[in-house]
């Protein structure tokens, strides 16, 4: 079965961390682009960080710059999200998703990467969920 699945959310206090996690099984990684994604109540989706299949290509939403790192391990089949400094606005559904690079906008991460995952064949996690606390 192919799926991803996130894990690493939690409550955690404004100025905290945590790292977040997706494992994929049932398919290899090596030629996904991977994104991070959020959904906060009452607001539309928003592309959160976006790397490369080679991880030569990042590409961060400016909410979080500076702050999430995105990265991955292709050999664990994994990629990862630190989130620094958090905020209450960061308090949201976070999703992995994996797109074939070879799709368009290519393989490199640029902002239009976030728009090309809506269609079939890209893969969704269900999402692990991220409360910030005051």
């Known amino acids: 079965q192919l799926q991803l699945v996130e894990s690493g959310g939690g ?3 404004s100025g905290g961390s945590l790292r977040l996690s997706c494992a994929a099984s ?3 990684l090596d030629d996904y ?9 009452g607001k539309e989706r928003e592309g959160v960080a976006c ?4 991880s030569s290509s990042t590409h961060y939403a400016d909410s979080v710059k500076g702050r999430f790192t995105i990265s991955r391990d292709n050999a664990k089949n994994t990629v990862f999200l630190e989130m620094n400094s958090l905020k209450l606005e960061d308090t949201a559904i976070y999703y992995c998703a994996a797109r074939k690079s070879p799709w ?3 393989p490199m991460c ?8 809506d269609q079939v064949g890209v893969y969704w996690g269900k999402g692990t969920l991220v409360t910030v606390s005051s």
Do not use: D, K
Request: no cysteine; charged share 5%; glycine share 6%.
């Open 11 to 13: 409550l955690v206090q």
């Open 26 to 28: 049932g398919f290899t």
């Open 33 to 41: 682009v991977m994104s991070w994604f959020r959904h906060a109540l």
């Open 110 to 117: 640029v902002e239009s990467t976030f728009s090309s995952y």
């Open 104 to 106: 368009p906008p290519g």
């Open 51 to 54: 790397i490369s299949s080679n």
